[in-house]
């Protein structure tokens, strides 16, 4: 059973360019959620994070906007660069701020051209 | 290079062997996380240490898995009797022990089975 469903699969992006990345998730015990970056032969690593009492967050050019009521968070990625060029999980966790459990989406893989 | 460290890097087996893997956290995190990342998926969660204590396990750790953190510092994951559904990059992660503590990922360890 798939509880985090992400979307687009790939997304191309020219440089400059907004990318953005939708998931919903299924379980209201979520808690928290999480966005990692994986590059090819690399493990996961944590872009930013967000719990549900908030609707937005913001690091750098790296934003998590979240609607609670709609069960729906995104990732939005301003002045895109090509060195953003990797693949991007959401995730989710009914235990705040920690690793355990967490629920991955499948994953999409951004490219961003020149 | 104090990151999580993972052996070996790729591994490839006969079908109905067994393997073990081992991951060396940050030392001083306390938490320690097994995940299976088959391509194109996002991670599983597997199984979670805090210190010597196994808290969690997943349905997904049949009884042909088992995984230890003696004296709470590595952890190893074995499978017996390997099948060729196992074939994944299986990813190791530690933490602190904290509200909002990140987790970090090894680069993985891949395993084909044959």
């Known amino acids: 059973q798939q509880q985090v469903k992400q979307s687009p699969q790939s997304l191309i992006v020219q440089k400059g360019g907004i990318s953005i990345i939708n998931c919903a998730y299924e379980?209201?015990?979520?808690?928290?959620f999480p966005w990692y970056q994986q590059f090819p032969g690399k493990g996961p690593a944590l872009l930013i994070a967000?719990?549900?009492?908030?609707s937005e967050k913001k690091e750098g050019r790296f934003t998590i906007s979240f609607n609670k009521s709609a069960k729906q968070f995104s990732l939005h990625i301003m002045d895109s660069q090509p060195g953003d060029s990797a693949t991007y999980f959401c995730a989710a966790s009914p235990y705040t701020g920690t690793a355990s459990k967490l629920t991955f989406g499948t994953g999409t893989r951004l490219q961003v051209t020149l | 290079d104090t990151g999580v460290s993972q052996d070996p890097r790729h591994k490839i087996t006969k079908r109905g062997q067994n393997v073990t893997f081992r991951c060396d956290p940050i030392?001083?995190?306390?938490?320690l996380y097994w995940y299976r990342q088959t391509l194109g998926q996002g991670p599983e969660f597997l199984t979670y240490?805090?210190?010597?204590?196994?808290?969690?396990k997943s349905r997904l750790l049949s009884d042909r898995f088992s995984a230890e953190r003696p004296k709470g510092s590595f952890s190893t994951l074995e499978i017996q009797r390997t099948e060729q559904g196992d074939s994944a990059m299986y990813l190791c992660?530690?933490?602190?022990?904290?509200?909002?503590?990140?987790?970090?990922f090894g680069q993985g360890t891949r395993l084909t089975v044959v």
């Open positions: 240490f805090q210190n010597e204590a196994q808290l969690e």
């Open positions: 030392s001083e995190h306390n938490r």
């Open positions: 379980n209201t015990a979520f808690d928290y």
């Open positions: 967000i719990r549900p009492d908030v």
């Open positions: 992660a530690s933490s602190p022990q904290g509200f909002g503590t990140e987790a970090f």
